[in-house]
């Protein structure tokens, strides 16, 4: 069985790093994209980039480029999604989804919610 | 910027058909596939339509997708409404350069 299993819920204060993870499972790991999805609240999906754990090739939407770090260990089936200062403005939910063509999405994570407040 | 528009809500009677339509800004929608997310309040976004017209396994066949180049646009259409059908729904393409492009989403109620 397919699974993606994200961390669970974090809550930061502005300025400081965070690094949330995808663990993929049930399927050769390098063999598929994993992609990054940004939910603020009550808001619609934003794509924010995607790698290929296989040769770590990267890319990113521009409204997210220089913002954040996308990354992945395939040693141990694992994305990451990282940020150096978060923002108040940070705040959503973010899920990790999985695509054979690095375009189209088939199985999802269960989500992280991320909050970021003084 | 390639776009993908939405309408922001829908609404239809259970056992009514309805559809939901997104249209592209600019360049043919046809080039590209279009996949359909449907999303139930609190919980992760599910495929219910991927390239194009595609079910994945467990997607009952009341759901379909079609596209139509004379309007630029896709459409996910539900038939036999139910109640768990209640939930947003995003159309999802890519543009020439093959980054990911997300409709606004659409509210659907089942009333």
């Known amino acids: 069985e397919v699974q993606l299993v994200q961390s669970g819920a974090e809550v930061k204060k502005p300025g400081e790093s965070l690094k949330i993870s995808c663990k993929g499972s049930?399927?050769?790991?390098?063999?598929?994209?994993i992609g990054w999805v940004r939910q603020m609240p009550g808001k619609g999906l934003e794509w924010m980039g995607i790698?290929?754990?296989?040769?770590?090739?990267?890319r990113y939407s521009p409204s997210f480029q220089g913002q954040v770090t996308i990354s992945a260990d395939k040693s141990i089936s694992t994305a990451y999604l990282q940020w150096s200062s978060l923002k108040a403005s940070d705040t959503a939910m973010y899920y990790c989804?999985?695509?054979?063509?690095?375009?189209?999405?088939?199985?999802w994570g269960q989500g992280t919610l991320v909050t970021v407040s003084s | 910027n390639f776009m993908l528009t939405q309408p922001h809500s829908v609404s239809e009677s259970p056992g009514k058909t309805v559809t939901i339509s997104c249209t592209g800004s600019?360049?043919?929608?046809?080039?590209?596939?279009v996949q359909w997310y449907q999303q139930r309040p609190g919980s992760a976004p599910t495929t219910v339509i991927y390239?194009?017209?595609?079910?994945p396994s467990g997607v009952p066949d009341r759901f379909s997708g079609s596209i139509d180049s004379s309007s630029n646009s896709a459409s996910l259409t539900i038939s036999g409404l139910k109640t768990e059908d209640e939930a947003d729904y995003y159309c999802?393409?890519?543009?020439?350069?093959?980054?990911?492009?997300f409709g606004g989403g659409t509210k659907l109620t089942v009333l």
């Open positions: 989804a999985r695509s054979l063509s690095g375009t189209t999405f088939s199985y």
């Open positions: 049930g399927y050769s790991f390098t063999s598929y994209w």
């Open positions: 790698i290929y754990p296989g040769d770590s090739d990267t």
């Open positions: 600019s360049g043919s929608i046809a080039s590209n596939y």
């Open positions: 390239e194009d017209n595609q079910r």
């Open positions: 999802q393409s890519y543009d020439s350069s093959n980054l990911v492009v």
